[in-house]
């Protein structure tokens, strides 16, 4: 875990600035122009911070007052958005918590005692069912409850074994430890 050096502070995301954080993508087709870069970083000086902080917490216990708060909320919409988070708070260095679109009761993903920022991944809840290949592309903001959707839509015969809280993150439902390499291959 990562500490902030010389008691720097992120208060205005100077430190994620525009000029630093596109830098990271080299893909053509990402978008990297300044506008896209600045309606994705939320400092605690942002007016849309405390609700975008609020979004996803789901155990009132961590929504107090005393509960410690992130320096800056990530929301990337690309890819390369989230490479570049990790880039640039490796080089502060600070703590980053990554918050998968789903519930997180154990306030695990935006939560820290040391200075950290939330890479809120929300943005990124694409789907894609392809039933004659077997195949799904899911991204990691994406929920249980949703993939669950997109398969059904697709066809009524697949299934996959990820339990029945639709608000879960697919992060927490394939990575878990109830979710065997075996049946994660087996459910398409």
């Given at each position: 875990?990562?500490?902030?050096?010389?008691?720097?502070?992120?208060?205005?995301?100077?430190?994620?600035?525009?000029?630093?954080?596109?830098?990271?993508?080299?893909?053509?087709?990402?978008?990297?122009?300044?506008?896209?870069?600045?309606?994705?970083?939320?400092?605690?000086?942002?007016?849309?911070?405390?609700?975008?902080?609020?979004?996803?917490?789901?155990?009132?216990?961590?929504?107090?007052?005393?509960t410690p708060k992130p320096s800056l909320i990530v929301?990337?919409?690309?890819?390369?958005?989230?490479?570049?988070?990790?880039?640039?708070?490796?080089?502060?260095?600070?703590?980053?918590?990554?918050?998968?679109?789903?519930?997180?009761?154990?306030?695990?993903s935006y939560i820290s005692d040391e200075p950290f920022?939330?890479?809120?991944?929300?943005?990124?809840?694409?789907?894609?069912?392809?039933?004659?290949?077997?195949?799904?592309?899911?991204?990691?903001?994406?929920?249980?409850?949703?993939?669950?959707?997109?398969?059904?839509?697709?066809?009524?015969?697949?299934?996959?074994?990820?339990?029945?809280?639709?608000?879960?993150?697919?992060?927490?439902?394939?990575?878990?430890?109830?979710?065997t390499p075996s049946t994660r291959g087996s459910w398409?």
């Amino acid at each position: 875990m990562a500490k902030v050096q010389n008691n720097t502070k992120i208060t205005d995301g100077k430190h994620f600035g525009v000029r630093q954080f596109p830098q990271v993508s080299h893909n053509p087709h990402t978008p990297s122009d300044q506008s896209s870069v600045s309606q994705i970083l939320f400092a605690q000086s942002n007016i849309s911070y405390s609700s975008v902080l609020r979004n996803y917490i789901r155990n009132a216990r961590f929504n107090t007052s005393s509960t410690p708060k992130p320096s800056l909320i990530v929301t990337p919409l690309h890819e390369s958005h989230v490479q570049s988070t990790v880039v640039c708070a490796k080089s502060i260095p600070i703590q980053i918590k990554i918050r998968s679109g789903g519930h997180d009761f154990e306030g695990i993903s935006y939560i820290s005692d040391e200075p950290f920022i939330v890479l809120d991944l929300f943005n990124l809840r694409s789907i894609s069912v392809d039933v004659q290949n077997n195949v799904a592309v899911v991204q990691s903001g994406a929920t249980i409850g949703e993939l669950y959707y997109r398969i059904w839509k697709k066809s009524r015969a697949y299934a996959f074994p990820a339990g029945v809280c639709p608000t879960m993150g697919v992060d927490g439902g394939t990575g878990s430890p109830w979710i065997t390499p075996s049946t994660r291959g087996s459910w398409m």
